[in-house]
């Protein structure tokens, strides 16, 4: 039987990328892993929910009040029956039908905690291509050393998030905060 990975995407009012990032996720290469997508919406009133019903999704909501980075990727493990939870932003789209694979791939062996690289798109500004260029180098280093991370192209095992969950009090750096715990 084949291992399941859940897809968990946080939402609010994501119409604009979040159909393309849907369909980029049904053309994921499935021989190795079955899928399920979990949305956790925390309140959409443009057309992101009928885009995730479009693609039967699972959709969880969290209330806007309830709402921190850490507490609506909580909600969504919760809700994933997967043995490795797999993380997008609803504005990012995987590059190829491997995406999937490379990203678990590790987490196969001793790694806990995985993240992709982030490339923009035309609309990404000056700024956020400075950090791309920082963060995620054209060379990968395994093990990296230092704990960055970054949810917005992530996986963790499943097990390894039930003993640690991210911290809902934050108001940000969740991926981080959780990175350093595992190291």
Known sequence: ????????????????????LLASIREQDTKLYDLEI???????????????QNYNCKIVHIKKQDFT????LNYGCDAASGDFLVFISGHCI??????????IAP?????????GKQIGRDTTKFSERQLFDKYYPAIS?????????????????KEIWNKFKFNEDLTGC???FLAKELV
């Not at 987490?107 to 993240?115: A, P, R, W």
């Not at 280093?141 to 095992?157: D, E, R, Y």
Request: aromatic share 8%; net charge negative; glycine share 4%.
């Open 94 to 103: 995987p590059v190829n039908s491997q995406w999937i694979n490379k990203l």
């Open 174 to 176: 969740e991926d981080m």
């Open 107 to 115: 987490l196969e062996n001793d790694c806990s905690y995985t993240y």
């Open 1 to 20: 039987m084949k291992k399941k990975a859940s897809v968990i995407i946080r939402t609010l009012n994501e119409s604009k990328y979040l159909n393309e």
């Open 69 to 72: 980075f850490g507490r609506s």
């Open 141 to 157: 280093s395994i093990p990296q050393v230092g704990f960055f991370c970054n949810n917005a192209n992530s996986a963790i095992k």
């Open 38 to 52: 979990v949305i956790v919406d925390s309140g959409s009133e443009d057309n992101t929910l009928e885009i995730a």
